[in-house]
C-alpha cells in the first residue's frame, strides 16, 4: 500500500504549498518589517536622534505615530533605525553560526574519528554552559557593544547547529545514495557538499527560525542591559530600556517598541512552523 | 563480446570485532570477533555473470562491498585486469573504482533526492571525465536509452519514478561512469515480480550489448537461475559450493545448498501438509 | 466447500483527498471457510493489504471503506459498535504483519508480552498467563519456553520473533489468522518453517488462514483457494491448483510466466515478463485496471465489466474473453542471444 499513499501524499503537495499560511503570513510579516527596516531612512519621518524637548513625552498621534520619548525623539522612528540594526546584526550572527556550525558538523560527521570526537566534546561542552552566561563572559573579553554581544553570540552558536548536522550525517552516512557516491569514486568534497549536505541544511534552518528569535531577544538584552548597542544610536533594547523610567507615565516608549519585537518573532516562528510542515522540504529550499 | 578484464579474488575476509566496552579495557579482554566473510576466493570472467547466493548473514553483502573496497578486508588478494586492487591508492584507485561499479538494493534511497535524474547521471560521467559528458543532453539520453527509459526522464526527480524506474537509474548512473564490472547488490529483491523479470532481461542485455561482467548478489535462488552462467552459494562467511549454475541447482553437493534449495517456494501447487516438515532452527 | 466463516462482498477502500478520494480498491469480493487457507496474491499498490485489514476494521488516516458486507460468522463487521469491534478484534480474528520486530516492544520481554496478550484477550490471571505462555511457545515451536519467554525482542531471530507474533496472534483462539506478508522478511529457510508452522496450526485447532503475499510461491505452497488481486481489483479466484496449472485470467496467467523458477538455470532462455508498470490508483478508473499490459487486451477492455464469473468449480475469473486467448502455456519463452557458454 505504501505506493498508493506515496501518490496521496504527492499529489496533495503543490496544494498544500499555497495552503501553508503559517509559511504564507510569516514571510509577509516579516518582510513587511524587513522592508520597513531597510527603507528606514526614507519612511522614518524624523532623524532618529533629533532632540526636542518640546514634544517630550507626548503620547501616540498622528505626527508621532509611536509617541516620543523623554527627550522628544521620534519613537516610531527610532524603532525603524533600531530594527535595522538588530535585524542587520541578527541575521549576520545566527547564519555565520549556521554556516560555520553545519560546515564544521557536517564534516565530522562524515570523517569519524578522533577529529568527530574533538569536535563533539567542544560543542557539548559549549551547548553545556547557559547561552546568556558565555556571551556576558565574552562581551567582558571583547568590551561593551554590539561587536562584543554578536561575536558572543556566533561563538556560542555554531556549536548547536554542529550537533544538529553531525548527527544528521552520521545517519545519512548510512543512506545507500551516500554510500553509492563513494562506489562512483566521486572524492569525499563532493560527496559531503553536493550530496550530504543540501539533504540535511532543512534541520539547521528550521532550528535557524527559533534561534533568530532569541539571538533578538539576547541582543535586545543586552542592550537593555547596557552592554550592547551605546547611546546616542538605538536598537529595540535600548528603546525599550531608556523607557522603563517612564513605564507608567510614557507606556508608549516600552511598549510599543517590545510590540515590534514580538512581532518579529512571531512572523519568523510562523516561517518555521509552515517550514516543518510543509513538504518543502521535498527538494527546494 | 569483447574480452575484458578477469577479476580474481583469493582468500578474502573480514571480521567484525564486536564493541569493546570499558570493562573489556580494563580486563584486558579481548572481544571475540565475528568473521563476515572467512577465506573466500573466485574468479569472475569477462562477460560473465556470477550469481552470489546465500542467507542474511551469510556475508554476501560485505563480500561485495569488500571487492570495490567500500569495506577494506583484513586479509586475501583482489586481482582485477592483472592489478592488485589493494595496493592501489589515489588516482589508481579511483580508476579502479570506476571500472567496478555497484547497483544498491533499495531504489528509494540510492538516488539523492535532491537531484534530477539527468543530473545524477551527468554528474557521474562528468566525474571521471567520460568521453561525450560534454554534451549533457545526448550523454544523459544515451545511458537512459541502454536502460529503456526514454529521454524525458532525465527532467524527472527519484520521488517522481517508480521503484522499477528508479533502478534502471542508478543503473544508468552506475553505466555512465564506463564500468567493466558491475556488482548488483540484491538489485531486483525489493521490486515487483513483474518487474524483475524486465530488470533481469535488462542485466542481460547489458552483458550482451556491453560486454559486461556481473556479480550479482541475490537471496533468491531462482533469480540467480535466471541471470547467472555460474554461482557461488554462501553460508555463514564462506563460500560452501561454486559452480555453473545449472549443475549446483541440479545436483547440489552441499548439504547447506540442499535445504536453501528443497525451501525454495515453487509456484507449482504442493499441499504444506505433504510438501514441508517442520524444523526448529 | 467448508462453512462459510468470512465473506467480503463488494469492498472499496478509498483515501480521502484535498480534491475528491483516491480510490485503492474497487468492488473486491472474497470468502474464507472455516479451517480454509486462502491467498490473496497481488504486487504492489494491488490493494491486498488494505483490504486483508478492512477485516478488523483497521483503516489508515484518511482511509474510507464501503462494502454491502463484511460477514464474520454472519455478522457484519461494518455494523458492529466499537465495543463489538473490540471484541471482534480481540477474539476472531488474529494478525500476523511483515516485520515481527517493529510490532514487538523492545524493552519487554517476549513472554511478557505473550502474557500480556492473553491477560487482556482471553482475562486469565497472571499466573494462569504465565503456563499458557509456555505452553503457546511449544505450539508455536518454540522449544525451550521458559527460558526463551525471557528473551528480548533483539536477541531472537527473525524466525523466533515472528514465532512470537504468531503466539500472540493466536493467543485468544481467533477463528481467524491473518498473514500480511508474515515471510517476507525471512530467509528462505526460516520462511518455509514459519509456513509450515501456520498450516500445522490450521490442522491442529481448526483455524481458517488468510495469507497475503505477493509471492505466488509461498501462497501455493499452503493455501487452499487463492484471490489473485491488480490494480484495487480481485482478477481471479480459485482452488490453488486450477489457478497455477490452468489461469483463467491474462494476468495470472503472465505473472505465474514472469516468475523467476530455479528449473531456469543454465538453460538459454529468456523470460518475456510483463511489460509497463503497476497502474498508480490515480489512473485506474472503469474497466480493467490491467488492460495496457495485457498482451490480449482491445479496445473493448476499457470499459469491461469487472464482475466475476464462473470458469469451474469456485473458480472465477474478471475476464470475460477467457476462450479467446487460450494458447497453451509456456509457449511465450523466446530464445536467449548470446551469453558465453
Redesign the interface.
Known amino acids: 500500500m505504501s505506493?498508493a499513499l506515496?501518490l496521496v501524499r504527492?499529489r496533495r503537495w503543490s496544494i498544500r504549498r499555497l495552503q501553508n499560511w503559517e509559511l504564507t503570513t510569516g514571510f509577509f510579516v516579516v518582510g513587511l518589517l524587513l522592508v520597513a527596516s531597510l527603507l528606514a531612512p526614507y519612511l522614518a519621518p524624523y532623524p532618529p536622534n533629533q532632540v526636542n524637548v518640546l514634544v517630550a513625552l507626548q503620547g501616540p498621534s498622528w505626527h508621532h505615530w509611536m509617541g516620543t520619548d523623554f527627550v522628544g525623539r521620534d519613537v516610531w522612528s527610532r524603532v525603524l533605525f533600531g530594527l535595522r540594526i538588530d535585524v542587520l546584526i541578527v541575521a549576520l550572527i545566527t547564519y555565520l553560526g549556521l554556516v560555520v556550525g553545519v560546515i564544521i558538523g557536517t564534516v565530522s560527521g562524515y570523517v569519524g574519528g578522533w577529529f568527530d570526537a574533538i569536535v563533539g566534546r567542544v560543542a557539548d561542552t559549549v551547548v553545556a554552559f547557559p547561552f546568556i552566561v558565555l556571551v556576558l563572559a565574552v562581551v567582558a573579553i571583547v568590551g561593551p557593544g554590539l561587536k562584543g554581544v554578536a561575536i558572543g553570540i556566533v561563538i556560542v552558536g555554531w556549536a548547536l547547529y554542529a550537533r544538529l548536522a553531525r548527527a544528521e550525517m552520521l545517519s545519512l552516512r548510512e543512506?545507500?545514495?551516500i554510500?553509492?557516491t563513494?562506489?562512483?569514486?566521486?572524492?569525499h568534497l563532493?560527496t559531503i557538499f553536493?550530496?550530504a549536505l543540501?539533504?540535511l541544511v532543512r534541520t539547521s534552518l528550521v532550528y535557524s527560525t527559533v534561534d533568530v528569535v532569541v539571538n533578538m531577544l539576547v541582543l535586545a538584552g543586552m542592550s537593555y542591559l547596557g552592554l550592547g548597542q551605546q547611546a546616542p544610536g538605538a536598537d529595540l533594547g535600548s528603546i525599550i530600556a531608556s523607557g522603563q523610567g517612564y513605564l507608567l507615565s510614557a507606556w508608549w516608549i516600552t511598549t510599543l517598541p517590545g510590540a515590534v519585537l514580538v512581532l518579529f518573532g512571531f512572523g519568523v516562528s510562523l516561517i518555521g512552523d509552515g517550514i516543518t510542515r510543509g513538504d518543502l522540504a521535498?527538494?527546494r529550499l | 563480446?569483447t574480452a575484458g578484464p578477469t577479476l580474481e579474488v583469493e582468500g578474502l575476509s573480514k571480521s567484525f570485532a564486536l564493541r569493546r566496552g570499558w570493562t573489556d579495557a580494563v580486563a584486558r579482554r579481548k572481544r571475540p570477533a565475528h568473521a563476515a566473510v572467512d577465506d573466500v576466493s573466485f574468479q569472475l570472467?569477462p562477460?560473465?555473470i556470477l550469481g552470489l547466493a546465500g542467507?542474511?548473514g551469510s556475508g554476501k553483502t560485505t563480500l561485495a562491498r569488500m571487492i570495490?573496497r567500500?569495506v577494506e578486508p583484513d586479509a586475501g588478494r583482489i586481482t582485477f585486469d592483472g592489478v592488485d586492487v589493494r595496493s592501489l591508492s589515489g588516482r589508481a584507485l579511483?580508476e579502479t573504482?570506476?571500472r567496478m561499479?555497484?547497483v544498491?538494493?533499495?531504489p528509494y534511497?540510492?538516488?539523492?533526492?535532491?537531484?534530477s535524474v539527468g543530473a545524477a547521471i551527468l554528474?557521474?560521467g562528468r566525474?571521471?571525465h567520460q568521453s561525450g559528458s560534454e554534451h549533457p543532453e545526448q550523454f544523459v539520453a544515451r545511458f537512459l536509452d541502454f536502460v529503456r527509459l526514454p529521454a524525458a526522464t532525465a527532467r524527472r526527480?527519484p520521488?517522481?519514478l517508480?521503484?522499477?524506474?528508479r533502478q534502471r537509474v542508478?543503473i544508468a548512473?552506475?553505466l555512465a561512469?564506463g564500468p567493466d564490472v558491475v556488482i548488483a547488490d540484491e538489485a531486483v529483491s525489493a521490486l515487483?515480480?513483474?518487474?524483475?523479470?524486465?530488470l533481469?532481461?535488462l542485466f542481460?542485455d547489458l552483458?550482451?550489448e556491453l560486454g559486461l561482467s556481473i556479480i550479482f548478489v541475490a537471496?533468491?535462488?531462482?533469480?540467480?537461475?535466471?541471470v547467472?552462467?555460474r554461482?557461488a552459494i554462501m553460508h555463514l562467511g564462506r563460500v560452501v559450493e561454486v559452480g555453473?549454475?545449472?549443475?549446483?541447482?541440479?545436483a547440489p553437493r552441499d548439504e547447506y545448498t540442499r535445504?536453501?534449495?528443497?525451501?525454495?517456494?515453487?509456484?507449482?501447487?504442493?499441499r504444506?501438509?505433504s510438501?514441508?516438515?517442520?524444523?526448529?532452527? | 466447500m467448508t462453512d462459510p466463516l468470512l465473506n467480503v462482498e463488494e469492498l472499496s477502500i478509498a483515501f480521502r483527498q484535498r480534491r475528491g478520494e483516491l480510490t485503492v480498491v474497487r468492488d473486491v469480493s472474497f470468502d474464507v471457510g472455516v479451517g480454509e487457507?486462502v491467498g490473496l496474491v497481488g504486487?504492489?499498490g494491488s490493494g491486498k493489504s488494505v483490504s486483508c485489514r478492512s477485516i478488523l476494521r483497521l483503516m489508515p488516516a484518511h482511509g474510507v471503506m464501503r462494502a454491502r458486507a463484511i460477514e464474520f460468522l454472519g455478522r457484519d463487521v461494518t455494523k458492529l459498535s466499537d465495543r463489538e469491534l473490540r471484541d471482534h478484534r480481540r477474539h476472531n480474528v488474529g494478525m500476523v504483519f511483515q516485520d515481527p520486530y517493529s510490532c514487538l516492544n523492545p524493552t519487554q520481554r517476549v513472554g511478557e508480552q505473550v502474557a500480556e496478550a492473553l491477560r487482556v484477550n482471553a482475562g486469565m490471571s497472571k499466573i494462569d498467563a504465565r503456563a499458557r505462555t509456555i505452553e503457546l511457545f511449544e505450539s508455536v515451536?518454540?522449544?525451550r519456553g521458559a527460558e526463551r519467554q525471557r528473551s528480548y525482542p533483539h536477541e531472537l531471530?527473525?524466525?523466533m520473533r515472528q514465532r512470537v507474533m504468531i503466539a500472540i496472534a493466536i493467543s485468544a483462539g481467533p477463528k481467524l489468522l491473518i498473514g500480511d506478508e508474515p515471510t517476507t522478511a525471512l530467509?528462505?529457510?526460516?520462511?518455509?518453517?514459519i509456513?509450515?508452522?501456520m498450516?500445522?496450526l490450521r490442522?491442529d485447532t481448526g483455524m481458517a488462514v488468510l495469507l497475503v503475499s505477493?509471492?505466488?510461491?509461498?501462497v501455493?505452497?499452503?493455501c487452499d483457494r487463492v484471490v489473485v488481486m491488480y490494480g484495487g481489483r480481485v482478477m481471479e479466484s480459485g482452488p490453488?491448483?486450477q489457478v497455477?496449472?490452468e489461469p483463467q485470467h491474462p494476468y495470472t496467467r503472465?505473472?505465474?510466466e514472469?516468475?523467476?523458477?530455479?528449473?531456469?538455470?543454465?538453460?538459454r532462455v529468456?523470460?518475456?515478463?510483463?511489460?509497463g508498470?503497476?497502474p498508480n490508483p490515480a489512473d485506474v478508473g472503469e474497466g480493467c485496471p490491467f488492460a495496457d499490459?495485457c498482451a490480449h487486451a482491445s479496445a473493448r477492455c476499457s470499459s469491461v465489466d469487472m464482475s466475476l464469473r464462473p470458469v469451474g468449480p469456485s473458480h472465477v475469473t474478471a475476464c470475460p474473453f477467457v476462450g479467446e486467448w487460450s494458447d497453451p502455456p509456456g509457449a511465450t519463452e523466446s530464445s536467449?542471444?548470446?551469453?558465453?557458454s
Open positions: 505506493n506515496a504527492s543512506q545507500p545514495f554510500m553509492s563513494r562506489a562512483l569514486g566521486y572524492s563532493r553536493r550530496h543540501p539533504n521535498q527538494g | 563480446m570472467a562477460g560473465e542467507g542474511s570495490i567500500l579511483r573504482r570506476r561499479q555497484m544498491f538494493q533499495d534511497s540510492s538516488l539523492n533526492p535532491r537531484m554528474e557521474a566525474v571521471h526527480r520521488e517522481e517508480s521503484g522499477g524506474q542508478a548512473r552506475a561512469v515487483d515480480v513483474s518487474i524483475q523479470t524486465q533481469l532481461n542481460l552483458r550482451d537471496h533468491q535462488l531462482s533469480v540467480i537461475a535466471e547467472a552462467d554461482v555453473p549454475t545449472a549443475e549446483v541447482f541440479r535445504s536453501l534449495l528443497a525451501a525454495h517456494p515453487h509456484p507449482a501447487p504442493l504444506a501438509s510438501k514441508l516438515r517442520e524444523e526448529t532452527s | 487457507v504486487e504492489s515451536g518454540i522449544d531471530s527473525g524466525g530467509d528462505v529457510t526460516t520462511q518455509a518453517q509456513l509450515a508452522l498450516s500445522r490442522d505477493h509471492d505466488f510461491g509461498v501455493a505452497q499452503v490453488v491448483t497455477c496449472t503472465a505473472l505465474l514472469s516468475i523467476p523458477r530455479l528449473e531456469a538455470a543454465g538453460r529468456r523470460r518475456e515478463g510483463i511489460p508498470q503497476p499490459r536467449r542471444v548470446g551469453g558465453p
